[in-house]
């Protein structure tokens, strides 16, 4: 699959568009394909990994997640085993990572 990704702070310039593995899910996560997400100003932080206590959480020196972005909506692909609110087909709106 496709994703933008990052591997320093920055601005937008330090984003790259490049193919990463498909994600195995747990018991208890789903596996969305994403139709629409959004960037809103927790991940513009979060990218440029300001205010600086932040990067405690995020990576000191460099982002712990190669991915950026929460905000989504989508078709749930797959489902883990411990899961009973959502199936495979089910539209995935307005849903947020946690």
């Given at each position: 699959?496709?994703a ?28 969305v ?5 959004s ?7 979060i ?28 078709i ?22 946690l």
């Amino acid at each position: 699959m496709k994703a933008f990704t990052k591997t320093k702070y920055g601005g937008p310039e330090v984003l790259q568009l490049e193919e990463v593995e498909k994600p195995k899910i747990q018991d208890d996560h789903i596996l969305v394909k994403v139709a629409a997400n959004s960037a809103n100003p927790a991940d513009w932080h979060i990218l440029r990994g300001e205010p600086f206590f932040a990067r405690f959480t995020f990576g000191l020196f460099k982002p712990k997640d190669k991915i950026l972005g929460a905000d989504f909506a989508g078709i749930v692909e797959e489902v883990g085993n411990n899961v009973t609110h959502f199936k495979v087909g089910d539209r995935a709106i307005d849903l947020v990572v946690l």
